[in-house]
């Protein structure tokens, strides 16, 4: 479980979260790591390198951050930390550890839809049973296939035949676009986006097909926790979604239906 152990916010979700993972136990062990920060994380590509990488974004100038990720992954600090978090234990998977990967947020609401697509099927290639990315798990193939394109992550200049001004943007943005990223056909448990089946979690063939809600479809089992006045680590501020449940930060963002909202 990925959290901010000098964060006390972080860990009153951790507390939060741990709590709710209990009638697990038989199934997994839940232990919270330390996320990468701003200070802490390896810096591959300086603030005005020069020559400045094709892949960065020359014109922004001397706005151009410090980073790790190349290529058309985003140059926001903050994005590159929660990248580096991730990308810690995915490497793990790809060397063959079973590992599934919890964010500090992670809220258990369906134990009996868990277990259900648990049993059936984890080792797909991707493995989320909830609402966003709260709770996943990869398979060693997909694992080892996501940390060589981080490792050197491409300049995407178009997809699909068309100019691309796609900036990839954390572990979701990349497992999302995993097919137009080269993957190739999979397995993929994932949750569905499309307004027609809002909670829904479908197992099918291609992660796009998933998030167009075609195939096996299953309640989700998690969401996120998110404390209303205290507001979580990230800087999202998600009070919209309190108003109007059709209100959606973006049209892959979250939705009103991804959160367990916590009055705190």
Known sequence: MICDFNNPISMRYVELSLKSLEPLKDLINVTPVQCTTPETLPIRFEKNQKPIPFYVQQELGDYVRQRHYGGTFCDDMI???IMHSHMKYIERIAQGEEILILEHDAALINEESFREMFDTFWGADTF??????????LSQRFAKWMVELMQDFPYVEEQNGYPSDQRYSGPMGIIAHSRDLGFGNGTHLAPTKEKFDLDKVCFS????????ANGT????????????????????????LLEDETVQVSDSGPMRRDFVFIDA
């Open 79 to 81: 994005y590159n930390c």
């Open 205 to 212: 063939k291609g992660m796009q097909s998933c998030f167009m």
């Open 217 to 240: 479809l299953f309640e989700p089992a998690f969401k996120q926790y998110y404390f209303t006045k205290s507001k979580n680590t990230n800087s999202p501020d998600y009070s919209d």
């Open 128 to 137: 989320f049973p909830g609402a966003c990315m709260e709770f996943y798990g």
